[in-house]
């Protein structure tokens, strides 16, 4: 195992688990002094962390500016103070009569391209200097400027009653929960963000990854098999979507 902790560790994060909670139990199951995150997974999401261990840390703003892949679910009729099903419902409507079709028809319409966002109170973005999430607690809500992200790809691959499974491919920055709950707006019929599974972030894919389960059971030399280096390839692609270059001999 690599004596300083240096390197990429990709987990399966499990529902109800903050991506603080993951790495803080890392920190402390292997003794790694830094243990850091690319990209931050809401507690009730599932899927990829990347894990950045020891000086990976440095990677921390580049790769995670880099796209995804979620498989997620949405939920037809209600509308929540979070676009999620976590949050307090403030709004119903009629969803019975919208079609897959319909929904098909909408989404690669209105919301397949460069699109405009305005985050969620519930995001950690900062309003003076205080996280939004953290104002939302407080039953707080601010104006927030749009943001241009991109969709690359947004499926709607079937429905069930009022559930409807999705795929999307997204650039950095990209909220699914306001993607949904827009989305649902559009139809007239409002809609939640059910569940979301993160399958790929930037070149790291979430078959490549090791539960927490299995990580309770590790061996230090377990976790050396599953450590990604930092190799020359990583850093360069790091590069390649930051924007601040790194340097490899600062590794």
Not at 164 to 185: E, Q
Not at 217 to 226: C, I, M, R, Y
Request: with cysteine.
């Amino acid at each position: 195992m690599n004596p300083n902790g240096d390197g990429i560790l990709l987990v399966d994060k499990p529902e109800n688990w903050t991506s603080h909670d993951v790495c803080a139990y890392v920190r402390r199951r292997f003794a790694i002094k830094k243990v850091g995150h690319s990209g931050t997974l809401d507690p009730q999401a599932t899927g990829l962390l990347v894990l950045l261990l020891g000086r990976a840390t440095k990677l921390s703003m580049p790769l995670s500016s880099c796209d995804k892949e979620y498989l997620g679910v949405m939920e037809l009729g209600i509308e929540t103070d979070s676009h999620d099903r976590h949050g307090k419902v403030i709004a119903e409507a009629p969803w019975e009569h919208i079609t897959l079709d319909e929904i098909r028809a909408k989404a690669a319409k209105e919301f397949t391209g460069e699109i405009i966002q305005i985050p969620p109170m519930v995001s950690a973005l900062k309003h003076e200097g205080t996280r939004l999430y953290k104002l939302a607690r407080q039953g707080k809500t601010v104006e927030r400027k749009g943001r241009a992200v991109t969709v690359f790809e947004f499926h709607l691959e079937k429905k069930e009653g009022r559930f409807v499974n999705f795929f999307a491919h997204v650039s950095k920055g990209t909220y699914l929960r306001t993607l949904i709950n827009d989305l649902g707006d559009a139809l007239g019929c409002h809609a939640v963000l059910a569940s979301l599974r993160r399958l790929r972030s930037g070149q790291f894919r979430l078959e490549q990854g090791v539960t927490l389960e299995e990580l309770k059971n590790f061996t230090p030399e377990q976790l050396s098999g599953k450590i990604i280096p930092l190799s020359a390839s990583i850093i360069d692609y790091a590069n390649r979507n930051g924007s601040t270059p790194v340097q490899s001999k600062s590794f």
